[in-house]
């Protein structure tokens, strides 16, 4: 048997950043964790050569897709029709797959992958030995709506037949996929709950866009990748330019993927108000988080880690369309006292949004106890993978 170990990480990437950056950090703790393992993520993300990686993790890029507000898919950058993207991200995967030979192959949240995309990658790869595992975000969306979407997908017979094992990347505090999605129970043996996942500030990383942070405290925006932020960065700029005693510092990062358009429009808006910042991406959002006295986000995935790791006050302005995961999981937060919720409303009341935002400027943070023990995730899941990545235990990677 080899000595080295190898680990391949499938993340469809249709939209935003936040499968790439969950990826991401797990890759980097594990090859820090491991010495001789390497990391391949197979991602379709358009801008994942924007972002550094550790030695011995690298990435396979893939025909990125977009998803339309219809619900369907299509190419992001070819003229092609979606089967035949699709047929050319399904064959760079499998042969990827058959060539890297990973001891461990984790897919991120799609457990067939885009349209079944990974699907013959996995009997490939279960054939083979590998240990297959499934990863789930914390909350996925509303129970019966995703038990109809899985069931309409096929998802549940690739749970039983197709997976070793489910790591849900959360706790069963803020959401349950066992107790609360139907159908789930049949596969509960399989389920490990592993807890948020820990971010740090990188060593030895300057990003030019903290060379213009204001000197003093200032509150964080953030929308992830951008493009579903624009409710949330106009109503907050409007709450400046409408409550005249808000002068509160804040710095907006406007994200990718938000059109260039819009990006320009609010830009302009920015410039007009002495106490707000904007900028456009940050590949090490964590220097950010650090700086930072309390922020406010849509509460996806990576934005809730983050709020955790830094022990900042925050407020919750949630998204529900196309999928509830940011309320369930702002709500469920909220009742654990970890941040402040703040539903949309018609329309959108600035002197609301300007209250808001001067009460978490000083706000206590989030227990540090309840947020320590949380906050276990990247331990755990090294734990669990050992067994296929810890070069000193051999014939494990065969269990």
């Given amino acids: 048997m080899r000595a080295e170990r190898r680990l391949l990480i499938y993340s469809h990437d249709s939209f935003g950043l936040g499968h790439l950056r969950r990826c991401r950090t797990i890759a980097h703790d594990l090859v820090g964790r491991f010495g001789n393992l390497s990391v391949l993520i197979l991602s379709g993300s358009p801008i994942i050569g924007s ?15 977009i998803k339309l507000r219809n619900g369907e898919y299509t190419a992001l950058n070819l003229h092609i029709d979606i089967d035949r993207t699709v047929a050319i991200r399904s064959s760079i995967i499998q042969h990827t797959a058959d060539v890297f030979e990973p001891d461990l192959f984790i897919v991120d949240k799609e457990p067939l992958g885009l349209r079944g995309e990974v699907k013959q990658t996995l009997e490939l790869l ?3 030995g590998t240990r297959c595992v499934l990863g789930l975000r914390d909350v996925m969306d509303e129970p019966q709506v995703l038990l109809e979407e899985w069931e309409r997908k096929g998802v549940f017979p690739a749970l039983r037949d197709l997976y070793h094992d489910i790591w849900v990347y959360g706790l069963p505090e803020i959401f349950d996929p066992v107790a609360e999605v139907p159908g789930f129970a049949e596969v509960a043996a399989k389920v490990h709950y592993t807890g948020y996942l820990r971010r740090e500030v990188p060593a030895s990383v300057v990003p030019t866009s903290t060379n213009d942070l204001p000197e003093g405290p200032f509150i964080l925006v953030t929308t992830g990748g951008g493009g579903d932020g624009e409710d949330l960065v106009d109503w907050i700029v409007n709450a400046y330019e409408q409550v005249s005693d808000l002068a509160i510092n804040a710095v907006i990062v406007l994200g990718p993927f938000m059109p260039p ?3 320009a429009t609010f830009q302009a808006r920015i410039e007009k108000i002495p106490s707000l910042r904007a900028i456009v991406f940050e590949s090490n959002m964590e220097l950010l988080f650090d700086r930072a006295s309390a922020i406010v986000g849509m509460g996806g995935y990576n934005t809730f880690c983050e709020i955790l790791s830094f022990g900042k006050p925050a407020i919750i302005v ?40 001067q009460m978490i400027i000083g706000a206590a943070p989030p227990d ?19 067994p296929w990545l810890d070069a000193s235990l051999p014939e494990a990677a065969n269990g």
């Fill in 318 to 357: 949630p998204r529900t369309v196309p999928r509830l995961e940011q309320y369930l999981r702002a709500e469920r937060a909220q009742q654990l006292g970890l941040v402040h919720m703040l539903p949309y409303e018609d329309d959108r009341d600035p002197g609301r949004m300007a209250s808001m935002l």
């Fill in 261 to 263: 358009d819009l990006r």
């Fill in 51 to 65: 972002f550094d990686f550790k030695s011995r993790v690298d990435f396979v890029r893939v025909p990125g897709v």
């Fill in 368 to 386: 540090p106890v309840l947020v320590a023990r949380m906050l276990e995730g990247l331990e755990r899941i090294a734990t669990l993978a050992a």
């Fill in 126 to 128: 279960r054939a083979k």
